[in-house]
């Protein structure tokens, strides 16, 4: 189970962290993704991290976005600075496949309740 928390209302330049904390696995053996989905539109991939560290980003938010993660915690954090009126949307955590080493942003594992973050101008 993937747990997400720290989600907020913020104003434009804002930054928040998230959290994904798993429970009742290893996340260290686990690809893990961050996606969002804003209000009428397709949950999209935010970014994902590989076992081993390797990341990858969505283009919308390359630059501003930064996924980590700390294994002995279980946890995954998505660092979002510079946020934007258009990250407003709900944000959830899932295991993802790896496609050559690397992560995808193709889910692997079921949906949380997710985190709502609301960006105002």
């Known amino acids: 189970k993937l747990v997400e928390s720290g989600g907020g209302e913020v104003q434009a330049g804002a930054s928040l962290r998230l959290s994904c904390v798993a429970s009742?696995?290893?996340?260290?053996?686990?690809?893990i993704g961050w996606f969002r989905r804003a209000p009428g539109k397709e949950r999209e991939g935010v970014s994902c991290?590989?076992?081993?560290?390797?990341?990858k980003y969505g283009d919308s938010v390359r630059g501003r976005f930064t996924i980590s993660r700390d294994n002995a915690k279980n946890t995954v954090y998505l660092q979002m600075n510079n946020l934007k009126p258009e990250d407003t949307a709900v944000y959830y955590c899932?295991?993802?496949?790896?496609?050559?080493?690397?992560?995808?942003?193709?889910?692997?594992?079921?949906w949380g309740q997710g985190t709502q973050v609301t960006v105002s101008a």
């Open positions: 899932a295991a993802v496949y790896s496609r050559r080493d690397m992560c995808t942003m193709s889910p692997s594992s079921s």
């Open positions: 991290i590989s076992k081993d560290g390797k990341t």
């Open positions: 009742g696995f290893i996340m260290g053996y686990y690809n």
